[in-house]
């Protein structure tokens, strides 16, 4: 008689039928071919359904206390308001099917990693794992009626359904938002794809239109050749080559990457820097693409934040523009007992992909200024407010922290005052208040 490899959900007799044969000392193989399942279904189903028996068993011992927001454990609520929250409930404690704690037991990994025909059993004082059918089957109809209110989102109240909504009008991505949900509103926490799902099917007061990045794109051919064989400007004989394999690939402290971004041809530029490490982005305006409007904008903020200037930059990356030609006076500090303020290196020519992080952050930078729009027009708080709101939208490479954290973390606020940046809210972070053409 063949395996069975349906996806039906085990039977009370077969959850009793498991517990009788680990009390029996039979392996996981062996009471899967007694029932007719596979061995990964009886091991999934004793290591998420055993329960801890004994007195030290509290919330205060439990490894997710710290993340717990589980509600409604009880089949029967009188009052939701008082039993809004399971945490300090003595009842939740026997019924929580996410109790975890440390057992450092040798013996568990001889039994299968439960104490169920264990010698010392009656012996040990310790707090025990048992699988115990009854429980068992209790924790499968918690966890199936905690899903089945939980996750749909009719149930969910109508003030969090409008706090998705509007992040989304703003231009904040599904994945972030559900990866930076404030604490009172963590328990409704689902999947990214089951957002997009809410979304498509009309759930939310909001739409595909609202999701910026929701096209279909083409796929490009593989076939293309990479342009890099050709040498830039290297005439101070630096180039990226001579970086560490550290430094060219990871980008630690001390490393930056120029560029400029164009508005109208002829017209004035942004020119903008990028600290890969934090994902941080500094943006100042200029009146054309020439190395004296560059060597005038890094004087100046040398002079402005001071020593902060020689954590952020000691190696730099541009690429082979007319605008970052000069390395002599790149490099020339304003300060006469400095030598060098930081080295220049350069990127290979038709190499954009060299400094990546700086042109992927443009694309955020062109959410609010469009292609074709004259940066003349932009004040210089305008260009403040758009570099504010661009460091303070979460990336997910860096576990959802927001470059200015991870700034602030690594060097504290006082960078911060100096660069006249502060911390935006999500809920009050608009990523569509546009710049246009």
Not at 4 to 26: A, P
Not at 83 to 110: F, H
């Amino acid at each position: 008689m063949g395996r069975n490899y349906s996806n039906k959900n085990l039977s009370i007799l077969e959850l009793g039928n498991i517990e009788f044969y680990l009390n029996e000392g039979k392996c996981f193989t062996e009471i899967g071919t007694l029932l007719n399942r596979t061995e990964a279904t009886i091991r999934q189903e004793v290591k998420k359904y055993s329960s801890f028996v004994g007195q030290a068993r509290k919330c205060s011992n439990c490894l997710n206390k710290d993340n717990c927001h589980q509600k409604y454990l009880c089949e029967n609520i009188f009052d939701k308001i008082k039993c809004s929250s399971c945490k300090y409930c003595k009842r939740a404690i026997i019924l929580c099917p996410n109790y975890k704690i440390n057992l450092n037991c040798e013996l568990l990994k001889k039994n299968h990693h439960v104490c169920n025909h264990c010698d010392m059993y009656s012996k040990c004082k310790k707090v025990k794992i048992k699988y115990i059918a009854n429980d068992a089957l209790r924790k499968h109809n918690i966890v199936q009626r905690v899903s089945r209110t939980t996750t749909k989102v009719d149930s969910f109240p109508i003030e969090f359904k409008d706090y998705l909504s509007n992040l989304i009008k703003n231009g904040i991505s599904p994945e972030i938002i559900m990866n930076t949900l404030p604490e009172k509103y963590k328990m409704f926490k689902s999947s990214t794809s089951a957002f997009y799902e809410w979304i498509d099917k009309g759930l939310l007061e909001c739409c595909n239109l609202d999701l910026r990045n929701k096209v279909k794109r083409i796929r490009y051919g593989t076939n293309t050749v990479k342009r890099n064989t050709i040498k830039g400007h290297q005439l101070n004989g630096r180039s990226i080559e001579d970086l560490s394999d550290e430094e060219r690939y990871n980008r630690p402290l001390g490393i930056a990457e120029f560029d400029t971004v164009e508005g109208i041809k002829g017209g004035e530029l942004l020119f903008t820097i990028m600290i890969p490490c934090f994902s941080f982005m500094l943006a100042f305006k200029i009146k054309s693409k020439s190395q004296e409007e560059i060597g005038k904008i890094l004087d100046d903020l040398e002079k402005k934040i001071d020593n902060y200037f020689y954590i952020l930059f000691r190696k730099v990356i541009p690429d082979n523009g007319c605008e970052f030609l000069d390395f002599d006076l790149l490099e020339k500090s304003i300060y006469p007992d400095i030598d060098k303020r930081f080295e220049v290196h350069y990127t290979h020519t038709y190499a954009s992909y060299e400094k990546p992080h700086i042109e992927n952050n443009h694309i955020l930078l062109r959410w609010l200024i469009h292609k074709g729009y004259d940066i003349s027009l932009l004040s210089a708080d305008d260009i403040i407010n758009i570099i504010n709101r661009l460091n303070n939208y979460p990336r997910p490479k860096k576990k959802f922290k927001t470059p200015i954290q991870l700034l602030e973390d690594e060097l504290g606020d006082g960078i911060l005052l100096l660069l006249d940046l502060n911390h935006i809210n999500i809920e009050n972070l608009n990523m569509k208040d546009t710049f246009v053409k």
